[in-house]
């Protein structure tokens, strides 16, 4: 990266850090709380689909540009508990974001678990989380040895989903 990259990527990272206490009053407002939301992954206490959103795109965007790998997980967990209890449908995203981090911390068979599950209940939807579960579980494959053309073919497939969207 050149320097101007480097400071808009800082830029972006800083702005989203100051944006992670709107997040927060989104939640707030969503559940009708006192206060701004903080996560409590054994007991999230959240009912509105909605607040789901906005915990899944804090850990999307969040981890590694301001969220730590416990904050991420955390948010991910309120997310799980949240679509267990209104929205079954919203739960191959959370496992395919918790794949994504357990697989970027190189833990590749926990992983790969949560990649096929999520695989199996996104699968045919044609829709952007049938991508990203795609291309997620492709890039896990790859790295595995006599599993790479399986991984390129999911790299593949995440490609002409978003071709059609």
């Known amino acids: 990266m050149n320097d101007k990259e480097i400071r808009e990527n800082r830029n972006a990272v800083i702005e989203y850090v100051q944006a992670i206490p709107n997040f927060k ?4 407002y969503f559940e009708n709380l006192s206060d701004p939301y903080e996560p409590n992954p054994d007991n ?3 009912k509105k689909r909605e607040s789901g959103l906005v915990l899944t795109t804090l850990a999307e965007m969040g981890w590694g540009d301001g969220l730590t790998l416990k904050e991420t997980a955390a948010w991910l967990k309120c997310a799980l508990k949240l679509y267990e209890e209104v929205d079954k449908k919203k739960l191959g995203r959370v496992l395919t974001l918790t794949g994504r981090l357990l697989k970027d911390q190189k833990q590749f068979l926990h992983a790969e678990g949560l990649l096929s599950n999520a695989m199996s209940i996104l699968e ?3 829709d952007w989380d049938e991508a990203l579960v ?11 040895p006599k599993r790479e053309n399986e991984g390129e073919q999911l790299i593949e497939k995440a490609k002409l989903i978003r071709s059609k969207l």
């Open 124 to 126: 045919g939807r044609g």
């Open 134 to 144: 795609c291309e997620e579980y492709g890039g896990l494959l790859k790295k595995i």
């Open 44 to 46: 999230p206490g959240l």
């Open 25 to 28: 009053k989104a939640i707030q």
